[in-house]
């Protein structure tokens, strides 16, 4: 059994940056892929960016390339989601979730555990 933790959602301007931190207790956290996945009102979950076990290999969704940064912090149990130039499509509820795998996948249906989410809510 995996728990996760989100923390760092807010109201921020369009342009501003957020850092949403995942903090994780359980099992061992480097035995997990993990991702960040987000939910806008009336859209269906999409996956944000993943990263691999070892924090070596990553994937981002196109609308978030060059702005977004995901990483992992094994000895802290924790990974983040640091977000530069937001933009107002950018709210939603922000969702971490962790994978039995070396690798991660995009799909949700892959994710074993799930936080609790956090808002992101920015503002033009």
């Known amino acids: 059994q995996v728990q996760l933790v989100e923390s760092g959602g807010g109201l921020v301007q369009a342009g501003g940056s957020l850092r949403l931190s995942c903090a994780a207790s359980?099992?061992?956290?480097?035995?997990?892929?993990m991702a960040w996945f987000r939910q806008a009102p009336g859209k269906e979950r999409e996956v944000v960016a993943v990263?691999?076990?070892?924090?070596?290999?990553?994937y981002y969704v196109d609308s978030v390339k060059g702005r977004f940064t995901i990483s992992r912090d094994n000895a802290k149990n924790t990974v983040y989601l640091q977000m530069n130039s937001l933009k107002p499509e950018d709210t939603a509820v922000y969702f971490c979730?962790?994978?039995?795998?070396?690798?991660?996948?995009?799909?949700?249906?892959?994710?074993?555990?799930w936080g609790q989410g956090t808002q992101v809510t920015v503002s033009p």
């Open positions: 979730a962790a994978q039995a795998s070396l690798v991660p996948s995009v799909w949700a249906s892959r994710y074993d555990y």
């Open positions: 990263i691999s076990v070892s924090g070596i290999s990553t």
């Open positions: 359980g099992r061992a956290f480097s035995d997990y892929a």
